[in-house]
């Protein structure tokens, strides 16, 4: 797949990269966990939703590692069998919650028609690798017991996430299809981490300056995973899988100043390769974390042309 950055980013996420510079927000690598979860969610968090839906409900299961929160969203379509994306929100593993992604699943329910199940797996480092992708899987059969009460099709799943749950999503539908686990019909990779960007083009190309860098990589992965051996655990970078025949067919969606850009490009040639249908989307011109940038104050227009795209790429499969 051609992966390529634009001579410049767009102009709105110039401005954003200005407006993001000036808050002086500190490093993650200068701040514990507990206090970078505490800024990412006063930086993500609205007080009222832009988008109303049916119903929105909080729901509390059991995980492999106690009580797991997930959050439904119902946008009152019509039918019993509609498709149902189970999505696992980003943040390096450590930061981020179904709260910061809240608007995120609202507008893929709103877009599609279908019900959204949001994920709030457990972070590092007090949830290790991996703990996150047990708390997924948890999850995801969950999901597919209670297709009935969610007026959903059993065998039109989509697992979906940005970034770290991108990574979480492929590494989800690898072991799901190695278990003979849930059936999953699609996969919506989000700037995936997939794979050991540090080794790409785009890694050096985009390693500072473009909101995700390498330093905050760094503290991510020394967070998440406790041996160099995880590291290379095919579920935690399924780029590493050697088999990745017999996997849903998958949207990537990468961004063209991002250093995960590279792995997420790789990642759709190897499926393809493995014979899984795939569409990608490369926004040469945007930056890690884009498609979250739908409201005030950073409103992007890609970021909405990638969620048109991920519901067309949907319905085109599952309808």
Not at 122 to 139: K, M, N, S, T
Not at 175 to 188: E, F, T
Not at 206 to 230: A, P, S, V
Request: aromatic share 10%; glycine share 8%.
């Amino acid at each position: 797949m051609t992966s390529s950055s634009a001579n410049e980013p767009h102009p709105d996420v110039q401005e954003f990269l200005e407006l993001y510079e000036s808050l002086d927000t500190p490093e993650f690598s200068e701040i514990t966990p507990r206090e970078a979860r505490r800024n990412f969610e006063a930086m993500r968090v609205t007080d009222e939703p832009d988008i109303e839906l049916e119903s929105v409900e909080d729901h509390t299961i059991d995980g492999p590692h106690g009580d797991l929160a997930v959050r439904s969203y119902d946008p009152g379509t019509e039918g019993e069998d509609r498709p149902l994306i189970v999505y696992f929100h980003g943040g390096g593993w450590v930061v981020g919650s179904i709260d910061t992604h809240d608007g995120v699943c609202r507008k893929l329910a709103d877009d599609t028609g279908y019900p959204v199940v949001s994920v709030d797996y457990g972070l590092a480092p007090e949830h290790p690798f991996p703990e996150g992708l047990q708390d997924c899987y948890a999850a995801l059969e969950w999901v597919a017991g209670e297709t009935d009460d969610l007026n959903a099709d059993p065998d039109r799943i989509v697992v979906g996430g940005d970034s770290a749950g991108g990574g979480l999503a492929a590494g989800l539908s690898l072991l799901a299809r190695d278990r003979g686990g849930p059936n999953i019909a699609y996969q919506l990779l989000i700037y995936p981490s997939v794979g050991d960007a540090p080794a790409t083009e785009a890694y050096e190309e985009n390693k500072e300056g473009y909101f995700l860098t390498e330093d905050d990589m760094e503290w991510f992965r020394d967070h998440y995973f406790e041996t160099e051996i995880d590291m290379r655990n095919i579920y935690a970078f399924p780029l590493f899988a050697n088999d990745l025949s017999d996997l849903p067919p998958a949207t990537i969606i990468t961004a063209g100043f991002d250093p995960l850009r590279d792995v997420g490009a790789m990642y759709a040639d190897r499926l393809e390769d493995a014979g899984v249908p795939v569409e990608y989307h490369n926004y040469d011109d945007m930056i890690h974390g884009f498609f979250s940038m739908i409201s005030d104050p950073i409103d992007l227009d890609r970021a909405h042309e990638a969620h048109e795209a991920a519901r067309a790429d949907m319905e085109a499969t599952l309808e």
